[in-house]
């Protein structure tokens, strides 16, 4: 049985009725693993000794007539910058490359008490910071639609293992797209919660205020169950939402007559490969067809959001990332005779030019003298971008744009940084204002996928999902498997 | 040479005695084995987040509140980056331009002349963790260990304005700064622990100069003794330098107790930049009226209402009152004493007086006095009731520092009882008047220092126990007839 | 050019960070041009503009003074590099 290929909702029900064991799905994961990781590389560590006990102690629950959660006994992927107690976490970083935390995330223990199964760490850009996975220090993750491509980044590892079948669910980490692109780019599903919704206590900060875990899946069902897992205040950190979570599984229907549909026109503009725009497009009328009303909408500060961006994420990772200095954990330079020597060498040896350009940046725009003209006139853009959605979601329920202008490229493109940050232009003006978004497959380009964006208000993830599961069923979208060539 | 003015403001760092971390769960408790109190967030570990300890801000509007300060109702905090080996982030969380506390003032007394200091700001901050040198000082240690108990303890920072003008009034400053942070129980104040711990920014300036001049930061002042040296010898170096011809340069220097001097402490590298910028894993508190008032109701009572009561309930003295409330714990001594002594006066001269000796050539503070409240004022009321004579006493007193007896049964077991029985001490009289024919004569002569030495002889013959007015009276009686 | 290489030696340090020489000029290129980018933002007119410091509208979030047992002194210690009496051990502190 290919068990692989299936959604953890399908898997639920064939557990609770006895026709399949947790242990019997676990090991045919990690047997896929075996078969493809060789090549799709999604993961940098695998945990099949706890793993597999896990499983075990799931099937003795059914045994015993237990009622389980959706998730229990279904294996899933976490990408490497969420905090495993006893499992090494590396955000795919030389600096962590032999850290094992002391603490579970909160996300973890919530999944932990669904008694899920942890397959093991995705492979990430580094420090989550990074469009491709390739600023990894790890061998970068292929795209299982074309292994010459990249899958997205920096959640590419848990994204490739979802189309790849080596992941039923997976968690990803999203700050300026990093779950959205890589599912768009991959074919699959990805949230970013309402800023808020789900506790960072656990991951590793890279841009504080903009930072937000979210789930990676097959199709929206999963990603909905997932979200209902995961969300949730948390004592630990004090900027997470004391909000009632509904359950999200029961926004899942396919009714989308008379929701207010909003188009960015500034989404839609120079930059947007016309093929991607084609398959947007021909969304836009499927949505209209199933009784959806199309609005137009301008959200004028949209060209300013990628800097604005690139000022803030630096500046706050610049202070994240301090704390890596070889004192208390991760790479220190055994030779230096100094304090601040050893700190510098431990720094400089133990980041990739793409985690240091960022730490540098971000320094810069925080100095004295410098404050005013980048971070603080970034703080008040940041404001602009927020009141552009007010005033866009006045008119409309939700807005569709894509999630990329491109589909995946190839790796090792030797693209400019600036030229990578660009092609950020549709995800992160959702970060900046705090507000929920989804990536849906929603066809494809010269054989790669395409994905569509769906944001909405602020804690209506309801609204995105139904839209999303509305779209989602009326395709196939969700049921094809990436062809991994062959295998 | 012109004359200089001395221009001096302090920097006072104290620990809130908070049973928890600012920004996590760990204890505060000190003195614990290395890294025994620590968690995750404090030790600055990868995902970690802050969360305030709500006590933090009770203790700084307490604070302010004490001090006369504006509580600020909106609050936030910022990131202070910078890198050391005991800041386990490498950015310090603390506020920078919303503070909780701005503009009080606190009053001081130097030689009975009151002047008011001003304070510039109150805010919340963490601490940083605790570097062991190898070696003998930081200077002089190939390596360290970091102990991160101390990493995330709550402070509070109160700046004054630079309105102190001599070592004397910095002194009185931190003085009555300490006791009122006592007082309100905020802070344990232990400046040999760190508990409290002050910097000094000092500079000069002629008479006639329009603006202040360039002032140094002074560090590593760990006594009030090192506080006055340290200005003392500070503004010296300053004015030496100024008259040969030089520029006092911006920059922190350390006090080096041994050699009583301050050296620079700039190395190559340049000023600190620290990027201040909001806290983004903290929310803002928003302090209301009601919160302020709650804690406004509930403070205890600060010195100057104490020495009022002192003055009005128990009819002390201005002065000797200001002594006994100087600190809270000479306060609270003085109190429970004076449940067990009706001579309120008298127990506030032994406190001033022989008590506060015994303190200072021991060097310690009252907590660590080993005769009790109730001890002490057993004694005084022995000395009142005439049983003890008050130099007899000082000899009890000598014991019950050695052991902590009751001075009731001291006396007893050292046979000195003050004689009072009338006949007694009338053959006394009489023996001592017939053994002393000539001074019955100098007496009549209208030398009055005779009834002097003739108390003098019976204190002796009696042991010093004989009542020494009774004898006075006793004799002139005699005398006269 | 917005940054010359020696302010991006000097912001390197402030990050506790060295840029080898080889690779000086490209980063001060690369550096120049997303500071140059960033050149859009002044063209917009943010006056009176509040800034975000904070993206939610919450405040006042508060713990209760309670000590709680945190990690053991092994799990504190179990990624250190090096150890010295209980305490992360690193070498001298000032140059």
Redo the contacts between chains.
């Keep these: 049985m290919d068990l692989y290929k299936s959604a953890a909702h399908e898997l639920h029900e064939k557990l609770i009725k006895k026709e399949i064991s947790s242990v019997e799905l676990t090991e045919n994961i990690y047997k896929r693993i075996d078969q493809v990781d060789g090549d799709v590389k999604a993961y940098v560590t695998l945990d099949k000794e706890n793993a597999l006990a896990q499983a075990s102690k799931v099937d003795k629950m059914i045994a015993a007539g237990e009622t389980i959660a959706p998730l229990a006994g279904i294996p899933g992927a976490i990408k490497d ?3 495993t107690k006893g499992l090494r ?1 590396t ?1 795919s970083s030389k600096m ?1 490359e ?6 579970d ?1 909160h996300v973890i223990q919530k999944l932990r008490a669904d008694e899920t199964i942890f397959l093991g760490k995705t492979n990430m850009d580094e420090f989550a910071m990074g469009s491709t996975t390739e600023t990894s220090y790890f061998p970068t993750t292929h795209n299982p639609w074309n292994l010459e491509r990249v899958p997205g980044g920096s959640s590419g590892g848990s994204a490739a293992a979802i189309v790849a079948g080596e992941a039923i669910w997976a968690l990803g980490s999203d700050t300026g797209g990093s779950i959205r692109q890589p599912a768009s780019f991959t074919g699959c599903v990805g949230i970013k919660p309402t ?2 919704r789900v506790s ?6 890279f ?3 903009l930072d937000q875990i979210g789930p990676i899946t097959r199709d929206v069902t999963d990603a909905a169950t997932v979200l209902n897992t995961i969300c949730g205040v948390c ?5 997470s ?2 909000e009632e979570v509904p359950d999200f599984t029961k926004a899942l229907k396919t009714d989308v007559k008379g929701l207010r549909i909003g188009v960015p026109k500034e989404y839609y503009a120079a930059g947007l490969d016309p093929k991607v725009d084609g398959v947007l497009k021909k969304a836009l009328a499927d949505y209209e067809a199933m009784g959806a009303e199309i609005v137009d909408i301008s959200l004028p ?1 949209t ?2 959001a990628v ?2 961006y ?2 803030i994420a630096p ?2 990772a ?2 994240n990332l ?9 790479y ?1 330079n ?1 030779k ?10 431990s ?2 040896e133990g ?1 990739g ?1 793409e985690v ?2 960022r ?3 971000g ?2 725009v ?3 003298g410098y ?1 005013d ?12 971008i ?1 009141q552009d959605f007010e005033n866009a979601f006045e008119q409309c329920d939700v807005l569709l744009t894509p999630t990329s202008p491109v589909v995946a490229y190839p790796i090792d493109g030797k693209m ?3 030229a990578i ?1 660009l092609l950020d232009v549709c995800t992160i003006p959702v970060n900046l ?2 507000l929920p978004g989804i990536s849906i497959p929603a066809g494809f380009v010269d054989g790669m996928p395409v994905g569509m964006q769906l944001i909405g208000k602020v804690l209506d993830e309801e609204t995105v999902l139904r839209a999303a599961y509305a779209f989602e069923q009326s395709h196939e979208y969700h049921k094809v498997m990436a062809p991994l060539g062959g295998k | 040479m012109k004359n200089y003015i001395t221009v001096v403001g302090l920097e006072v760092h104290a620990e809130l005695k908070t049973k928890s971390k600012a920004f996590c769960s760990c204890s505060t408790a000190f003195g614990s084995e290395p890294n025994t109190h620590v968690c995750p967030v404090c030790l600055g570990m990868p995902g970690a987040l802050p969360v305030l300890n709500k006590q933090v801000v009770e203790f700084a509007i307490r604070t302010g509140l004490a001090v006369n300060c504006e509580i600020q109702k909106f609050n936030k905090f910022d990131r202070k980056n910078y890198f050391y080996p005991d800041l386990s982030k490498n950015y310090q969380i603390s506020q920078f331009d919303k503070p909780i506390c701005l503009g009080g003032h606190v009053d001081i007394h130097v030689d009975d002349n009151p002047k008011r200091i001003g304070i510039t700001r109150i805010h919340m901050e963490e601490d940083a963790g605790k570097l062991v040198h190898s070696g003998a000082t930081i200077k002089t240690s190939d390596s360290s260990a970091v102990d991160y108990n101390r990493a995330g303890v709550p402070l509070i920072e109160i700046v004054s304005e630079p309105d102190m003008r001599s070592a004397v009034e910095a002194r009185a400053y931190l003085e009555k700064l300490k006791a009122i942070l006592e007082y309100i129980d905020v802070s344990d104040c232990k400046m040999q622990e760190g508990s409290i711990r002050c910097d000094a920014n000092i500079s000069v300036m002629t008479e006639d100069a329009k603006e202040f001049g360039t002032r140094a930061e002074i560090k590593n002042l760990n006594s009030f003794r090192a506080l006055e040296r340290a200005i003392d010898y500070e503004v010296e170096r300053q004015i030496e330098l100024i008259e040969d011809g030089g520029h006092v340069v911006q920059e922190t220097r350390t006090w080096d107790d041994a050699q009583g001097i301050t050296l620079s402490m700039r190395s190559k590298e340049e000023a600190h930049d620290y990027r201040y910028f909001p806290e983004p894993d903290l929310v803002p508190v928003e302090i209301d009226d009601a919160w302020i008032e709650r804690v406004k109701a509930a403070l205890p009572e600060l010195p100057a209402a104490r020495k009022t009561r002192l003055m009005d309930e128990m009819g002390l003295q201005e002065y000797d009152a200001e002594n006994i409330v100087a600190t809270k714990a000479m306060a609270q001594y003085f109190d429970d004493a004076a449940k067990h002594t009706d001579d309120v006066k008298g127990l506030a001269n032994w406190l001033l007086g022989d008590v506060s000796a015994y303190l200072n050539n021991n060097n310690i503070e009252i907590d660590k006095f080993p005769v009790t409240p109730a001890n002490l004022g057993e004694l005084v009321t022995l000395i009142k009731k005439g049983v003890l004579s008050s130099k007899l006493a000082k000899k009890v007193f000598v014991e019950m520092v050695k052991e902590d007896k009751s001075p009731k049964d001291l006396v007893k077991a050292l046979g000195l009882e003050q004689v009072s029985d009338t006949d007694a001490l009338q053959k006394m009289v009489d023996e001592t008047l017939a053994e002393n024919p000539q001074s019955i004569v100098d007496f009549k002569a209208g030398k009055d220092r005779a009834v002097g030495f003739l108390v003098g002889q019976i204190m002796k013959k009696s042991r010093g126990k004989a009542n020494p007015a009774m004898v006075n009276e006793m004799l002139l009686q005699k005398l006269k007839e | 050019m917005k940054v010359t290489a020696k302010e991006v030696k000097h912001i390197a340090n402030l990050s506790r960070l060295t840029v080898p020489d080889s690779e000086m000029e490209k980063f001060t290129e690369q550096f120049n041009q997303i500071l140059n980018y960033a050149d859009i933002l002044q063209k917009l007119d943010t006056k009176g503009i509040e800034p975000t410091p904070y993206v939610l509208p919450i405040s006042n979030v508060l713990r209760e003074d309670i000590a709680v047992e945190g990690v053991s002194h092994e799990e504190a210690l179990s990624n250190a590099p090096d150890v010295q009496n209980g305490g992360f051990k690193v070498p001298r502190v000032i140059e």
């Design positions: 910058n969420i905090s976490t955000c962590l032999n850290f094992v935390p002391i603490y995330a800023y808020g960072r206590y656990g991951c590793v900060a841009a504080s205020s004592t630990m950190d004090s900027t939402l004391n500060h060209e300013y800097i604005t690139y000022i500046a706050e610049s202070a301090a704390r890596f200095d070889g004192v208390r954990y991760g220190r055994m230096a005779t100094s304090a601040p020597e050893m700190t510098t060498a720094r400089t980041f030019d240091k350009r730490i540098m940046l320094t810069y925080l100095s004295s404050y003209a980048y971070y603080l006139k970034a703080m008040q853009v940041r404001t602009l927020r400019d940084p600036l940050y204002a705090g």
